[in-house]
């Protein structure tokens, strides 16, 4: 089992940067991949980047060179670094850690982007 809590949403304008964090807990040592998802008013949840224990990292072609996934696993923490906001971003952003072929969710923190 594995408990994810997300945090630092919030309201940013456009243009703006926001930084998410989520610390995860439990049989840390089975988690592989982690990633963030993001579910926008009306929308399918969809895959914004996620992170291999190797450190290699993959996003959607909408965050490419905006977005910044980064993994501390002495803190048991997730990064979301998000730069050049747009209102297209805004949404409820989900952490999520694969572990033994099951993916974990956390409860999700919004983001809002005016212009």
């Known amino acids: 089992q594995v408990q994810l809590a997300e945090s630092g949403g919030g309201l940013v304008q456009a243009g703006g940067s926001l930084r998410l964090s989520c610390a995860y807990s439990g049989s840390t040592v089975s988690i592989n991949t982690m990633g963030w998802n993001r579910q926008a008013p009306g929308k399918q949840r969809e895959l914004v980047a996620i992170i291999l224990s190797g450190g290699s990292a993959n996003y959607a072609e909408s965050v490419k060179g905006r977005f910044t996934i980064s993994r501390d696993n002495v803190k048991n923490t997730v990064y979301l670094q998000m730069n050049s906001l747009k209102p297209e971003d805004t949404g409820v952003y989900y952490c999520?850690?694969?572990?033994?072929?099951?993916?974990?969710w956390g409860q999700g923190t919004p983001v809002t982007v005016s212009l």
């Open positions: 999520a850690a694969l572990v033994s072929g099951t993916w974990y």
